[in-house]
């Protein structure tokens, strides 16, 4: 065997050993936040993105439950940043909202975004519902988010840890 035949074998060992590290540290967060949230309803990203086809876009009010430096990177389109704070705000879309209108909230991987969906359903919103894996599974699974108005796949990593459930060369 060629020492670069070895070599491709060995990367191909190491990205198979990744993507099996990646889909168990999913499979246990997505329990967690489950377990964690469990009164809250989640939307997996290929049904939002069939929904989203489907709908104009201002049935649903998108709400972003990451920081600004997050945000600022990129988001869904016409999503409002409600950061990710304790406080829920009273203004903005959300103050203008019928208790009865679709909200989605994302963040970088469901579990800000699950606390803010727990607390708007305290408050009545009963359609409130978190995007599965946030962002990062949306990116994951090839849907684009965009930056200034334009279409991108880049997303905040959040940290160097949950960067890690970013699939490489999105």
Known sequence: QSRSSAASDVY????????????????????????????VPSIRPDRLQKILAMQQAGDW????ARTTAEFNVSCLP???????GEEIPHSGPLGNASRETPILVCCAVG?????????????????????????????????????EGLPTTLVHPFNRFWGLLLKPHR
């Open 61 to 64: 009010l998108v709400l972003d």
């Open 111 to 147: 579990v800000r975004s699950a606390a803010v969906v727990k607390r708007l359903r305290e408050r009545g919103f009963r359609k409130a519902v978190n995007l599965e894996g946030g962002l990062f599974e949306w990116v994951n699974q090839g849907h684009q988010l965009v930056h």
């Open 78 to 84: 016409g999503a409002v940043l409600i950061g990710d």
């Open 12 to 39: 191909k060992r190491q990205a198979v050993g990744w993507y099996a590290m990646q889909s168990f540290v999913w499979f246990w967060l997505k329990q967690w936040i489950r377990l964690r949230y469990s009164s």
